[in-house]
């Protein structure tokens, strides 16, 4: 069989074919280095074999798999010509939650701060440790309290959930979301006092806690975080990520008319599987633009 292409010999010869130049037969060469005990040349009729290859190339080629190579570069090139179509991608960048209110301060860190650095002061100015000798009873007498109303509120507060926001969503979130899914929103990420946990209410109401039908309320599930996003369809929604390791999966399922009738109107609530034991419920605004 001819061969494809042009070799380097270990000896250091070239070996050129005329495969390359779509040649009928192989016409070779072949040198060895002089220091090669047996030196080889073969000298081919170069003059015939170009005379071929221009001949061929001036036969015109009407299939293509005859030369590969040249339908290749005709595909390529017809290809290169046709518009390409590039399709928007959603906006999926993160807007970070810089907005400053009172609810997300923790009033138990300012009420024990407080409390422990007037009582700490009026110690050391009662001592006379430290300068302030005649405030130091006033400093005494509004310190302690501070400090005991300071540890109740950091004893009984909730925390705030995360929440991930997407550019897209918050441009549709002031006209898409209902006034129900702002509230939500905006009591699971503020600080909460008394509460054991958050959207308590409404859990207790849709899991139906030591009732018939419902589930123990040791098992209840728990809000890691909620997240806004854009459906598929260009709607808001609002997606609340649950932990739940005594439940399934149909816990979550057949009560999903019941989270659309909670968080309603204007809503459709759906249900999906998360990692481990994570569950999400999607709440989908009907309004649309």
């Not at 009873?137 to 300071?150: E, K």
């Not at 991930?164 to 549709?172: E, G, R």
């Not at 599930?221 to 709607?235: A, C, H, N, S, Y």
Request: proline letters at 6%; charged letters at 20%.
């Amino acid at each position: 069989m001819p061969m494809k292409a042009a070799a380097v010999m270990g000896g250091g010869g070239i070996v050129l074919c005329s495969r390359r130049f779509n040649l009928p037969s192989c016409s070779c060469l072949v040198s060895l280095k002089p220091q090669l005990a047996n030196p080889i040349a073969i000298q081919p009729n170069f003059s015939s074999a170009f005379t071929n290859q221009r001949s061929l190339l001036a036969k015109p080629h009407h299939n293509d798999h005859h030369n590969p190579r040249l339908g290749f570069v005709l595909r390529a090139a017809e290809s290169t010509q046709s518009p390409s179509v590039t399709e928007g991608t959603a906006d999926k960048s993160i807007v970070p939650d810089a907005e400053f209110s009172l609810a997300k301060v923790s009033f138990g860190v300012i009420g024990l701060g407080f409390g422990v650095t007037l009582l700490s002061y009026g110690f050391g100015a009662y001592f006379n440790i430290l300068p302030g000798s005649e405030w130091s009873a006033l400093m005494l007498t509004y310190g302690f309290p501070l400090a005991i109303i300071g540890m109740a509120l950091k004893y009984a507060e909730l925390k705030p959930v995360p929440c991930l926001t997407y550019s897209d969503a918050y441009k549709l979130r002031e006209k898409c979301a209902t006034p129900i899914l702002k509230q939500v929103r905006n009591d699971v990420t503020r600080y909460r006092y008394g509460d054991e946990q958050h959207l308590e209410e409404a859990l207790k109401r849709i899991f139906q806690y030591g009732m018939g039908g419902g589930i123990p309320r040791r098992s209840a599930p728990v809000l890691q975080m909620i997240r806004e996003e854009v459906t598929e369809d260009g709607k808001y929604c609002l997606v609340l990520v649950f932990e739940a390791k005594a439940l399934q999966f149909s816990d979550f399922e057949q009560r999903q008319a019941k989270f659309t009738s909670f968080f309603g109107p204007g809503i459709t609530a759906e249900v999906l599987k998360g990692e481990k034991d994570l569950y999400e419920v999607r709440l989908i605004s009907n309004t649309t633009l």
